[in-house]
């Protein structure tokens, strides 16, 4: 089945984890993705990860999580050489995807101004940390920078630890999504129009859109959030202590936390409204911390969720990752072999499904430049040429 992407060329001029993420979306879903990286300064996401080994062979667990489906050409965009080789495959390109620090790609002649005028349908993404122009335009940052920035770390954790940052850089990944969905909407504008698109994606934005409530709630009222830990302003939505660990307890509208209740055998602690859940919230907070000690976490998941109340067990991600339910999913990739690396590497591919032509991953992450010469070949390069680039260090 044609996937959604198919027949697009992305060139993927990205570092880390946000730009190359967004780029990889569309990969699993058919597009071509060809990524370009400095042969004197790759990715930096090569030499990041949990397994040494690889981080040092350039191949760490960063990049591999995003490297599927993409073809590598290391190209040296500070020589003439290397600019007038990507102005080539721009040409031949439907998206490009940038995420250096802003004016960068305009100093070395690559702007959208630029690069429109070789192809006039080019939509070009620019991911930075809070967006070309205004007072910060030309600051660069990481995930946790970002969380810094933004009062994300300032509202996480407990009221007397905080403040704490995320433990997986979900601002990363969340501009990655949310730059996939810009693409996918700059794509389907231009099937309209037949005209190109510039894309300007901040970092700083995505990551208030995450707290999109607590903006709201703040600029109405005037009162920000305050670091809760694993409590929520209804009892019936908070962690408890069970009789060996901990159970995320999820009874969170009026229906759930009166079958809670039942269930539990004190239908008169049942309210009627949120006021009235919020006014009682400490008698409540007790009464369910000591009924919740007399089973296992698995215990009560178990039977909370057969009587339809959300609740689970506190899990580890290697625990979830070990959960029957993944593997029904597909959302899991194995591959057998990589070049550049030994033994095999399970990477997460999309986490929806379509009835046909859904993501997959088709081929595995490619050492830096291992397609430089057939790319090159493909925009009419012979081998002597390319001979002459490789002695000239442009690839």
């Given amino acids: 089945m044609t996937q959604p992407f198919e027949g697009i060329r992305i060139i993927d001029a990205t570092h880390v984890l946000a730009g190359p993420f967004a780029a990889y979306q ?10 370009v990286e400095d042969p004197n300064d790759p990715d930096q996401s090569r030499t990041s990860g949990g397994d040494r080994a690889l981080s040092r062979n350039g191949m760490g667990t960063y990049f591999l999580t995003q490297g599927s489906n993409k073809r590598s050409i290391a190209l040296n965009l ?43 349908k080019l939509i070009y993404c620019s991911i930075s940390a809070f967006g070309h122009g205004g007072p910060r335009g030309e600051e660069t940052a990481y995930d946790f920078v970002i969380q810094a920035t933004t009062g994300l770390m300032a509202m996480t954790g407990t009221r007397d630890v905080h403040p704490i940052k995320f433990g997986a850089p979900a601002v990363d990944y969340a501009t990655g999504t949310m730059g996939a969905f810009a693409l996918a909407s700059a794509l389907f504008q231009r099937e309209r129009t037949q005209r190109g698109q510039r894309i300007d994606l901040a970092m700083n934005d995505v990551a208030l859109t995450l707290a999109s409530s607590h903006v709201t709630s703040y600029l109405r009222t005037g009162s920000g959030p305050k670091p809760s830990g694993n ?6 939505n908070c962690v408890f202590e069970t009789k060996d660990g901990l159970l995320a307890l999820g009874a969170s509208n009026i229906r759930q936390q009166r ?15 949120n006021d009235q859940r919020h006014d009682d919230r400490a008698r409540e907070m007790a009464l369910l911390g000591e009924l919740l000690r007399a089973r296992t976490a698995d215990e ?4 909370l969720e057969d009587n339809h109340v959300p609740a689970a067990r506190v899990r580890t991600l290697p625990e979830a990752l070990k959960d029957p339910q993944l593997g029904t999913r597909g959302f899991l990739h194995k591959h057998e072999k990589v070049e550049g690396m030994d033994g095999d590497v399970t990477v997460p591919g999309t986490p929806f499904r379509l009835a046909h032509g859904g993501g997959r991953v088709t081929s595995p992450p490619r050492p830096v430049g291992a397609d430089t010469e057939a790319v090159l070949r493909d925009l009419g390069y012979e081998a002597a040429a390319i001979g002459k680039l490789r002695e000239a260090c442009v690839i």
Avoid at 26 to 35: E, N, P, T
Avoid at 108 to 115: K, P, R, S
Avoid at 231 to 236: D, G, I, R
């Fill in 259 to 273: 079958r809670l209740w039942s269930l539990l055998g004190h239908p008169e602690m049942a309210k009627d409204n």
């Fill in 300 to 303: 009560w998941e178990r039977f």
């Fill in 26 to 35: 569309l990969a699993l879903l058919g597009a071509d993705v060809i990524k």
């Fill in 78 to 120: 500070k020589t003439e050489a290397g600019q007038e080789i990507f102005k080539k495959l721009i040409a031949t390109a439907d998206i490009l995807v940038e995420n250096y620090r802003p004016g960068a790609f305009e100093a070395l002649g690559l702007g959208y101004d630029e690069l429109s005028k070789i192809n006039p």
């Fill in 231 to 236: 409590e929520h302003p209804h009892a019936t």
